[in-house]
């Protein structure tokens, strides 16, 4: 069986493991021991507080197969994305060049430095396990966030972001980075992308040009490569639009990968989770149904896992001892459910992303 829970110190190994793994590797997720260990610091003790508005709190998930004794999987919730110093992205913008003069006028694609992202809540840091990749467990750990988020929304913000690894070239090299940001750092991206991640991201500003960057005069590689996910994380972004988060304007800083944005009022997740009382019953008696995620109501014991939405004609969610067991709840208890399968949604076509 598959869980999400949060992280332990005993958990270190397994994140060395999963950061050093995460193809490609993710900046909010450096292999570095001490970072990590302070992540897990971190997060238990955000876990723990007392909670009234969104601050600097990081919570730090871990997927673990139980029949296994194996942590498979991590994920991150940053409370507000730029609380102690601002996170940073790319806004694409369109300016206005004209002459009435000589009867010119020009739409010009740019990108400006920009820090509007930094009061969003972001999802961040996911690593999974290669032996679970095209299961289950990639929406789970994917989504057991939200499920976390919709039952304490006073620790988040309304909106909820996620930014896209970017587009690499076969030989594992940032068109956009060095197109743009090698000629400011003189490092290549694997190098700053590692230094980003273990150290404060103050030199963002210090050192990044302050005004618009036009993209006329970037390299054709670099301009196609700018909204555009790396393709191992093409399906990620397809669940997360079907979930209802929107591409907006944003892109990553260093390798110009998308940023999702969405209102978590009009996430599917938050639309169609639902509180039933546990009732337990025999697995070999259960009546079958669609999979969704259970998760129970205990903030730092909180657990998530993966079971059939059986209800009983009054409303009762029908587990199994195992299920009841992995949530740590008993009959009669409220568990939180949501359906796990996406398809089928649609989003808003009404829905205007420059609100985002």
Same mark, same amino acid.
């Given at each position: 069986?598959?869980?999400?829970?949060?992280?332990?110190?005993?958990?270190?190994?397994?994140?060395?493991?999963?950061?050093?793994?995460?193809?490609?590797?993710?900046?909010?997720?450096?292999?570095?021991?001490?970072?990590?260990?302070?992540?897990?610091?971190?997060?238990?003790?955000?876990?723990?507080?007392?909670?009234?508005?969104?601050?600097?709190?990081?919570?730090?998930?871990?997927?673990?197969?139980?029949?296994?004794?194996?942590?498979?999987?991590?994920?991150?919730?940053?409370?507000?994305?730029?609380?102690?110093?601002?996170?940073?992205?790319?806004?694409?913008?369109?300016?206005?060049?004209?002459?009435?003069?000589?009867?010119?006028?020009?739409?010009?694609?740019?990108?400006?430095?920009?820090?509007?992202?930094?009061?969003?809540?972001?999802?961040?840091?996911?690593?999974?396990?290669?032996?679970?990749?095209?299961?289950?467990? %990639?929406?789970? &750990?994917?989504? +057991?966030? =939200?499920?976390? /988020? @919709?039952?304490?929304?006073?620790?988040?913000?309304?909106?909820?972001?996620?930014?896209?690894?970017?587009?690499?070239?076969?030989?594992?090299?940032?068109?956009?980075?060095?197109?743009?940001?090698?000629?400011?750092?003189?490092?290549?991206?694997?190098?700053?992308?590692?230094?980003?991640?273990?150290?404060?991201?103050?030199?963002?500003?210090?050192?990044?040009?302050?005004?618009?960057?036009?993209?006329?005069?970037?390299?054709?590689?670099?301009?196609?490569?700018?909204?555009?996910?790396?393709?191992?994380?093409?399906?990620?972004?397809?669940?997360?639009?079907?979930?209802?988060?929107?591409?907006?304007?944003?892109?990553?800083?260093?390798?110009?990968?998308?940023?999702?944005?969405?209102?978590?009022?009009?996430?599917?997740?938050?639309?169609?989770?639902?509180?039933?009382?546990?009732?337990?019953?025999? %697995?070999?008696? &259960?009546?079958? +149904?669609? =999979?969704?995620? /259970? @998760?129970?109501?205990?903030?730092?014991?909180?657990?998530?896992?993966?079971?059939?939405?059986?209800?009983?004609?009054?409303?009762?969610?029908?587990?199994?001892?195992?299920?009841?067991?992995?949530?740590?709840?008993?009959?009669?208890?409220?568990?939180?459910?949501?359906?796990?399968?996406?398809?089928?949604?649609?989003?808003?076509?009404?829905?205007?992303?420059?609100?985002?």
């Amino acid at each position: 069986m598959l869980v999400v829970r949060p992280t332990r110190l005993t958990d270190l190994p397994a994140l060395e493991r999963l950061a050093g793994s995460a193809a490609p590797r993710l900046t909010n997720l450096p292999a570095h021991r001490d970072r990590l260990e302070e992540r897990i610091t971190r997060s238990l003790r955000a876990f723990g507080a007392e909670v009234d508005v969104p601050g600097d709190e990081h919570y730090t998930f871990v997927l673990e197969d139980t029949e296994r004794k194996e942590v498979v999987g991590t994920a991150t919730i940053r409370a507000l994305a730029g609380y102690n110093e601002a996170y940073y992205t790319y806004r694409q913008e369109t300016l206005i060049h004209a002459s009435q003069q000589l009867n010119v006028r020009r739409e010009v694609q740019t990108l400006a430095l920009s820090h509007e992202v930094s009061d969003a809540s972001l999802l961040c840091a996911l690593s999974l396990d290669p032996r679970y990749k095209g299961t289950n467990a %990639e929406s789970l &750990l994917r989504r +057991a966030r =939200l499920m976390f /988020i @919709a039952q304490y929304p006073e620790r988040f913000a309304d909106i909820l972001a996620m930014a896209f690894p970017g587009y690499l070239d076969d030989a594992g090299e940032s068109p956009f980075w060095n197109s743009v940001g090698r000629h400011f750092f003189a490092r290549d991206y694997d190098e700053i992308n590692y230094f980003a991640g273990v150290r404060s991201k103050s030199f963002i500003a210090e050192v990044m040009p302050q005004f618009p960057l036009y993209l006329a005069m970037l390299t054709p590689q670099a301009r196609a490569s700018i909204g555009r996910e790396h393709p191992v994380h093409e399906p990620a972004l397809e669940e997360m639009l079907a979930e209802g988060f929107l591409r907006s304007r944003h892109v990553d800083l260093f390798d110009a990968g998308p940023v999702i944005k969405g209102d978590r009022s009009r996430l599917e997740t938050f639309r169609h989770a639902a509180w039933h009382p546990v009732r337990i019953r025999p %697995e070999h008696a &259960l009546p079958d +149904a669609e =999979l969704a995620m /259970i @998760a129970n109501q205990q903030q730092q014991d909180f657990r998530c896992t993966v079971a059939r939405y059986a209800l009983s004609p009054t409303g009762q969610l029908m587990l199994s001892q195992e299920h009841a067991e992995a949530l740590g709840v008993e009959e009669g208890r409220a568990v939180l459910a949501a359906p796990l399968n996406l398809a089928g949604s649609e989003i808003d076509p009404g829905y205007d992303e420059g609100e985002l």
